[in-house]
């Protein structure tokens, strides 16, 4: 007899198996090759690109084990999006291109199956929102909720909630804006821990999440766990190299990775174990580069 499986049960336990890291810049130029994430950690060399090229943008899961990239900057802002097919493999620009074109945003997913772009650069900074379907249809701008920044991160809480926090507002700031399993962005939640923007996070331990590394005006090494309850936790001295505009992806369904940077530009990689802690670093694969983005997929 087959076992009976509860309805919406798949996108819950999916979809987190992988990663990417794509895009980005290298010092000298904007990219998009990827580098894939095994689950078990192991950061795969250089895909070559399919895309436009671009740095500043964000990445988020939909679909229960598809991604998306969207946004960024290259010789000027953007709002295109390259889907990731649960397999890895990302697919040329969308034509339909919706948003605001911005650099500099934040995405996760929520709902289980759904994703959000959040906040960023344009003409100036800006809290609007954009809604992921978990066909990966990007929505029309959704106002935005809560203090208007840019280089915050993002990342999945509570199974299908997420978490916009940290950033630039003209300052560094530790606020926080929480996403409900609807895709509502809350007001401001003030902020735990050191103010910085440039961070990464990603989801861990299947329910929680963390932020991690980041800029003050120098390059900072700490974290701050999320609880499942989307309560951000007290700085934690971090493990590995400090650094900033670095991209983190949650993999082996219940892990997580950081990865790439600047100050120093590096390829290196930092593992997420499923209780939140960080491991020392992990010899870089592939192109040594910053201002990319990541997200999970399978």
């Given amino acids: 007899m087959f076992p009976i499986i509860p309805a919406n049960s798949v996108a819950a336990d999916s979809g987190n198996s992988e990663g990417i890291f794509g895009f980005g810049y290298d010092g000298s130029s904007v990219i998009s090759m990827t580098n894939l994430v095994s689950n078990a950690g192991v950061v795969s060399s250089d895909v070559t690109g399919v895309g436009t090229a671009r740095r500043y943008l964000a990445a988020c899961e939909f679909g229960g084990d598809k991604g998306i990239f969207g946004f960024g900057r290259e010789a000027s802002y953007t709002a295109v999006t390259n889907l990731v097919s649960n397999a890895g493999v990302v697919a040329s620009d969308q034509a339909a291109v919706t948003g605001t074109v911005r650099w500099a945003p934040a995405a996760?997913?929520?709902?289980?199956?759904?994703?959000?772009?959040?906040?960023?650069?344009?003409?100036?900074?800006?809290?609007?929102?954009?809604?992921v379907s978990n066909a990966g249809v990007v929505s029309t701008d959704v106002t935005g909720v809560g203090t208007a920044k840019w280089g915050p991160a993002a990342c999945e809480f509570g199974g299908d909630k997420g978490i916009f926090g940290y950033g630039n507002?003209?300052?560094?700031?530790?606020?926080?804006?929480?996403?409900?399993?609807?895709?509502?962005?809350?007001?401001?939640?003030t902020g735990v821990g050191t103010a910085r923007y440039y961070v990464a996070a990603c989801s861990y331990g299947e329910d929680k999440g963390i932020f991690g590394y980041g800029y003050t005006g120098g390059v900072v090494g700490m974290t701050n766990l999320v609880s499942n309850a989307g309560v951000v936790a007290s700085d934690v001295a971090v493990v590995g190299t400090a650094r900033a505009q670095l991209a983190a992806t949650q993999y082996g369904e219940d892990k997580g990775i950081f990865g790439y940077g600047n100050e120093p530009k590096t390829a290196i990689t930092n593992l997420v174990s499923n209780t939140g802690v960080v491991a020392t670093d992990t010899t870089g694969v592939g192109t040594a580069r910053g201002y990319l983005a990541a997200c999970s997929f399978n």
Avoid: H, P, W
């Fill in 169 to 189: 507002t003209g300052s560094v700031t530790a606020v926080t804006n929480l996403v409900s399993n609807a895709g509502v962005v809350s007001s401001d939640v």
């Fill in 108 to 131: 996760c997913s929520y709902g289980e199956d759904k994703g959000i772009f959040g906040f960023g650069y344009a003409a100036s900074l800006t809290a609007v929102t954009n809604l």
